[in-house]
């Protein structure tokens, strides 16, 4: 019974006074004067009923808010937006959850959000933290596949052997390892984006590679992807691709 009541009134739980409150109490030393003056049983009986339904209903209440859990559904978020997330339900309880959250970074995210619940009778708000997981796929940011041309998919870098001067790649000139934009027409086969040939700090690479496999697969673009460490297609599915780009 004990810890029963420990539990229950842990200050995990926040409890915020509404205005029924304060009118409860107001009702409370309205019957409790005139029980006094008038020694009114009626108005004793009133009293202590009011008194005990509201007790209880702060029991509730935090019996209630304790059993608030909620689970994300599948969906595609990404870093550094604002986003409603897709919750439901993990038990039988009354409350509402503030869903509405900015993502800061990408990979496995530990989210907190707040659940609220004026459940049974209004008399108060009860609070607390609740922590979702969630996979937050990486910012889409760089350059767009189609600013390399309608008819033309950039395919990666290679190194500078005498090429068109308008194919250089300036960003590799300013480290001394000069390179050309290698492109590829429709049919020749996969697009190929090297890691290590995108100028920028790991978040810029992974930013870029996640804007070119976006744009390849809402373009019918085939495409595969190449880390130091390994690599992966198109053909792994979007989920499984932007997996990998998120947790890299």
Do not use: C
Request: aromatic share 18%; glycine share 6%; net charge positive.
């Amino acid at each position: 019974m004990k810890m029963l009541i420990k539990k229950l009134f842990k200050p995990s739980i926040k409890v915020r006074k509404t205005k029924y409150f304060y009118l409860v109490i107001l009702f409370m030393l309205l019957l409790f004067g005139a029980s006094y003056v008038h020694n009114n049983n009626i108005a004793y009986i009133g009293l202590f009923l009011v008194f005990g339904v509201s007790f209880v209903s702060v029991i509730i209440g935090r019996i209630n808010i304790k059993k608030a859990k909620y689970k994300p559904l599948p969906q595609r978020v990404f870093t550094n937006s604002w986003v409603d997330l897709k919750l439901i339900k993990d038990g039988e309880f009354f409350a509402d959850v503030k869903s509405r959250v900015f993502l800061k970074k990408r990979g496995f995210n530990k989210i907190k959000l707040k659940v609220k619940s004026d459940y049974p009778l209004k008399l108060a708000y009860f609070i607390k933290e609740i922590e979702v997981e969630l996979l937050v796929y990486p910012q889409l940011k760089g350059k767009s596949l189609l600013s390399y041309g309608k008819d033309m998919e950039f395919r990666g870098l290679k190194k500078y052997y005498y090429n068109e001067p308008k194919y250089i790649h300036w960003p590799s000139f300013a480290k001394g390892d000069l390179q050309v934009k290698v492109f590829g027409s429709e049919g020749e086969g996969e697009s190929v984006f090297y890691y290590e040939k995108i100028p920028g700090d790991k978040e810029s690479k992974i930013s870029q590679l996640a804007l070119w496999a976006y744009e390849g697969f809402k373009n019918g673009v085939k495409f595969k992807i190449i880390f130091p460490d390994k690599e992966i297609s198109y053909k792994e599915g979007f989920d499984e691709v932007f997996k990998t780009l998120a947790t890299y």
